[in-house]
């Protein structure tokens, strides 16, 4: 959670209607009815599934004052319309304009490549729950913003500027990878 001013906190919890993960700008200047500002589902409607590690490890929100950026693991995904996303999203926060949702950097592929081999594809070994999105730094200098984010499967470098080109890419080593006990059931069996 931040604060913005005295009175504007920004935290990452659930849509009480869909059981999403979802992010809220409240206003509690009057403590006794605090308002629920701006509020933002970022996983696409009738998703199966979503969740991000910042709602519940403070280590996992990660945000830029200066650039009024924040960046959150997030995963969901829905079967019957073939929708992932497991990753790092990222968000421009502003009290009075609200929540913007920016980048998107996907680690399914890089987990996809760490199970599976590099010659992989999606459709033949589909690892794309495994990536386990973790943590991100936003790194400022004059030329703009690069985020770089890192999953369970590696880490990725991405320019913030459009057109938000992928820098580079590391997979982990096969043999480095934690045990996959999260997911369908036909990728953990896998």
């Not at 280590?59 to 693991?73: G, M, R, V």
């Amino acid at each position: 959670m931040t604060v913005f001013g005295d009175h504007h906190p920004l935290t990452i919890g659930r849509d009480a209607a869909t059981a999403a993960t979802q992010l809220q700008i409240f206003d509690v200047s009057d403590l006794t009815t605090p308002k629920l500002a701006h509020a933002v589902t970022p996983a696409p409607p009738g998703s199966d599934y979503s969740y991000s590690e910042a709602e519940y490890d403070h280590h996992a929100f990660t945000y830029d004052e200066k650039n009024k950026l924040l960046a959150i693991p997030l995963s969901y995904w829905n079967d019957s319309r073939g929708d992932y996303f497991n990753g790092i999203a990222t968000f421009k926060v502003d009290v009075a304009a609200g929540i913007d949702e920016g980048v998107r950097v996907d680690h399914g592929d890089l987990a996809t490549q760490a199970y599976c081999g590099a010659a992989a594809s999606i459709t033949a070994c589909n690892y794309l729950y495994a990536a386990n999105p973790r943590r991100s730094v936003f790194m400022t200098a004059d030329s703009g913003v690069t985020l770089y984010t890192v999953s369970d499967a590696g880490v990725k470098t991405t320019d913030l500027a459009p057109p938000n080109d992928t820098l580079g890419a590391v997979v982990f080593p096969h043999d480095l990878l934690p045990p996959i006990v999260f997911g369908p059931p036909d990728v953990i069996a896998q």
